[in-house]
């Protein structure tokens, strides 16, 4: 009869494996829902959004390293009237992570003309016009590194769980 501990050390490899490869599938999924969020999120605001006029203030935060300076846009304001005439001026919400920052001219304050979509219901959740014009391969491109850990640990757990499949032992 085989002991637990030779069991054990035969299945090792093969558990390790299927759970490196459930890891991967795990971290698909979670990728593929927030892609899916987001592009719900365009979707419902291209059907069912309304268009006005407005000013976009884009901030950045800049770093200075040895050799050169970096910045990024950090926050993006939003200044409009909604269909009752009232302001609004609120940030930017992130689709699926990030921000979609309209470009053009920018004046003296920093502001950049453009158009932007809201529900009537949730101003205070209105995009800039570009923003739609995304679809899923440009949402995925803001989750690459996940979406690439996530195969990665699919492909080796699935081959890892193959390869290390014990073998039957003569009865």
Same mark, same amino acid.
């Given at each position: 009869?085989?002991?637990?501990?030779?069991?054990?050390?035969?299945?090792?490899?093969?558990?390790?494996?299927?759970?490196?490869?459930?890891?991967?599938?795990?971290?698909?999924?979670?990728?593929?829902?927030?892609?899916? =969020?987001?592009?719900?999120?365009?979707?419902?605001?291209?059907?069912?959004?309304?268009?006005?006029?407005?000013?976009?203030?884009?901030?950045?935060?800049?770093?200075?390293?040895?050799?050169?300076?970096?910045?990024?846009?950090?926050?993006?304001?939003?200044?409009?009237?909604?269909?009752?005439?009232?302001?609004?001026?609120?940030?930017?919400?992130?689709?699926?992570?990030?921000?979609?920052?309209?470009?053009?001219?920018?004046?003296?304050?920093?502001?950049?003309?453009?158009?932007?979509?809201?529900?009537?219901?949730?101003?205070?959740?209105?995009?800039?016009?570009?923003?739609?014009?995304?679809?899923?391969? =440009?949402?995925?491109?803001?989750?690459?590194?996940?979406?690439?850990? #996530?195969?990665?640990?699919?492909?080796?757990?699935?081959? #890892? #769980?193959?390869?290390?499949?014990?073998?039957?032992?003569?009865?």
């Amino acid at each position: 009869m085989e002991s637990v501990l030779s069991r054990l050390s035969r299945w090792w490899p093969t558990a390790a494996a299927v759970t490196l490869a459930l890891f991967g599938v795990l971290l698909l999924t979670i990728q593929i829902r927030q892609l899916h =969020d987001g592009y719900q999120e365009l979707a419902s605001l291209r059907e069912h959004g309304r268009h006005t006029t407005a000013h976009a203030t884009v901030s950045t935060t800049c770093s200075s390293g040895v050799h050169d300076t970096t910045c990024d846009t950090s926050s993006v304001w939003l200044d409009f009237n909604d269909t009752s005439g009232d302001p609004v001026d609120e940030p930017e919400e992130t689709i699926d992570g990030s921000l979609y920052v309209p470009d053009g001219h920018r004046d003296a304050e920093g502001r950049v003309a453009t158009t932007v979509v809201y529900d009537p219901a949730h101003p205070d959740l209105a995009q800039a016009e570009g923003a739609l014009d995304q679809g899923v391969l =440009d949402l995925a491109t803001h989750h690459w590194i996940a979406l690439t850990i #996530g195969l990665v640990a699919l492909g080796a757990g699935i081959s #890892g #769980g193959v390869a290390a499949w014990p073998q039957r032992r003569p009865a």
